[in-house]
């Protein structure tokens, strides 16, 4: 009983192998595919003087059940892969616009310490800032791909260069008021983050 499952199983697994590779071959050889179609498709239906004039209609006769199913079979295959390629631009589309709706939603419930940091971009006309790598804030930001690391190389300690993402830019743009603070706590934290820079 033994040596039939282990052999069931190996027998399962060579089938599984070349399937695989089929659809490999399949996936991988659209253009392939297409020219077959052509080709065939001209054979198949172009006049029997056209024909003629290469020499082929006896071959042609001889090997139409051939040429027939080469054209069904390569059309059916390049359909279905424009079909899959379709399929797939469609559904990344979609994934990226449900993601990027929840980046812009997330630009809607910053917290202070967060619109401080993205407020830096606006108030200096700059594109970059150093920022704490070790600093939670700024990893949340960097998560949601609101700003990111510019570079590997640190500029002193723990802080990098990150540079605020152009399409995080257009929306704040667009929409300053998620930036707004209070002014008591905007002065607060400015004189926080002056008392930082001189230590640092």
Request: aromatic share 12%; proline share 2%.
């Amino acid at each position: 009983m033994y040596d039939t499952g282990r052999e069931r199983s190996e027998g399962e697994s060579l089938l599984e192998a070349i399937f695989a590779k089929i659809l490999g071959v399949v996936k991988y050889s659209t253009k392939l595919f297409v020219i077959v179609a052509i080709i065939s498709g001209i054979v198949l239906f172009a006049p029997p003087a056209f024909i003629n004039q290469f020499g082929l209609n006896q071959l042609v006769a001889d090997y139409i059940p051939y040429i027939g199913g080469s054209f069904i079979i390569s059309c059916v295959v390049s359909i279905v892969n424009l079909v899959g390629f379709l399929f797939e631009k469609v559904k990344t589309k979609i994934q990226n616009t449900k993601v990027m709706k929840l980046r812009q939603n997330r630009l809607h419930s910053l917290n202070n310490r967060e619109k401080w940091i993205l407020l830096y971009y606006f108030e200096h006309e700059t594109n970059t800032q150093l920022l704490a790598i070790n600093d939670g804030t700024v990893s949340e930001l960097a998560g949601y791909k609101i700003i990111q690391r510019a570079t590997n190389l640190s500029q002193g300690g723990l802080f990098f260069s990150y540079n605020l993402n152009p399409w995080a830019r257009q929306y704040l743009m667009e929409n300053l008021h998620l930036l707004q603070i209070p002014d008591e706590e905007a002065t607060e934290m400015r004189r926080a983050s002056q008392l930082r820079n001189r230590l640092w």
